[in-house]
């Protein structure tokens, strides 16, 4: 059974920062390629950034691109999200997500099986 975990969500002033990790137990970390998702409240989730499982490629939506860091440490079995400059726009419920096949759209919810149960994360104006 794979679980992730998510933690470090909390509330933050406009231009302050935040990191996430999410601990991913129950199957080998290291294949696993992962993602961070957010909703905002009446919003849909959205895609936020996301490693793949070879720790060479990253991607992140334009909305957070130059602000937001994605990494993995997997003897630690954890990927992170390290959000600076963050905006009120940023507030969301941040989820983590992973999978372990090859060739999916990395960017795309319908392509992770596991998935974190959130983290809150609210930026005062």
């Known amino acids: 059974q794979v679980q992730l975990v998510e933690s470090g969500g909390g509330l933050v002033q406009a231009g302050g920062s935040l990191r996430l990790s999410c601990i991913v137990s129950?199957?080998?970390?290291?294949?696993?390629?992962m993602a961070w998702f957010r909703q905002a409240p009446g919003k849909d989730r959205e895609f936020v950034a996301a490693?793949?499982?070879?720790?060479?490629?990253?991607y992140y939506a334009d909305s957070v691109k130059g602000r937001f860091t994605i990494s993995r440490d997997n003897p630690k079995n954890t990927v992170y999200l390290q959000m600076n400059s963050l905006t009120p726009e940023d507030t969301a419920v941040y989820y983590c997500?992973?999978?372990?096949?090859?060739?999916?759209?990395?960017?795309?919810?319908?392509?992770?099986?596991?998935w974190g149960q959130g983290t809150q994360v609210t930026v005062s104006s």
């Open positions: 997500a992973g999978h372990y096949a090859t060739y999916r759209d990395l960017g795309s919810m319908g392509s992770y099986d596991y």
């Open positions: 129950g199957r080998t970390f290291s294949g696993a390629s």
């Open positions: 490693i793949d499982w070879k720790n060479v490629m990253t």
